[in-house]
């Protein structure tokens, strides 16, 4: 069983930044891809964004690109998001996602087959 814990998350004014982390269990952790989706109350789990086992590959929502950035150090098991000039509409719970053996949608919810419990980012205007 993979178990995924994420950090990071709190209270930031807009344009401020935060850095969420993702703990992964497990000794295969490079084999997959991983995911962030956040989920806003009253709207569906949105894609965020997703890196390649290798971290060779990155992809991103429309509504973050060239604001957050993801990353992961396979030596900690750990994927990072990045997250800068936040905006109120991003408040949400933050969850990672590890990508299943047949990954190939990074925004597909699908395509994860393990999910952390999420964190709280909340945005203030």
């Known amino acids: 069983q993979v178990q995924l814990v994420e950090s990071g998350g709190g209270l930031v004014q807009a344009g401020g930044s935060l850095r969420l982390s993702c703990a992964a269990s497990?000794?295969?952790?490079?084999?997959?891809?991983m995911g962030w989706f956040r989920q806003a109350p009253g709207k569906e789990r949105e894609f965020v964004a997703a890196?390649?086992?290798?971290?060779?590959?990155?992809y991103y929502g429309d509504s973050v690109k060239g604001r957050f950035t993801i990353s992961r150090d396979n030596a900690k098991n750990t994927v990072y998001l990045q997250m800068n000039s936040l905006k109120p509409e991003d408040t949400a719970v933050y969850f990672c996602?590890?990508?299943?053996?047949?990954?190939?949608?990074?925004?597909?919810?699908?395509?994860?087959?393990?999910w952390g419990q999420g964190t709280q980012v909340t945005v203030s205007s």
């Open positions: 890196i390649t086992g290798r971290g060779g590959s990155t």
């Open positions: 497990g000794r295969t952790f490079s084999l997959y891809a």
């Open positions: 996602a590890r990508g299943y053996s047949r990954w190939g949608a990074p925004a597909r919810t699908d395509h994860y087959d393990y």
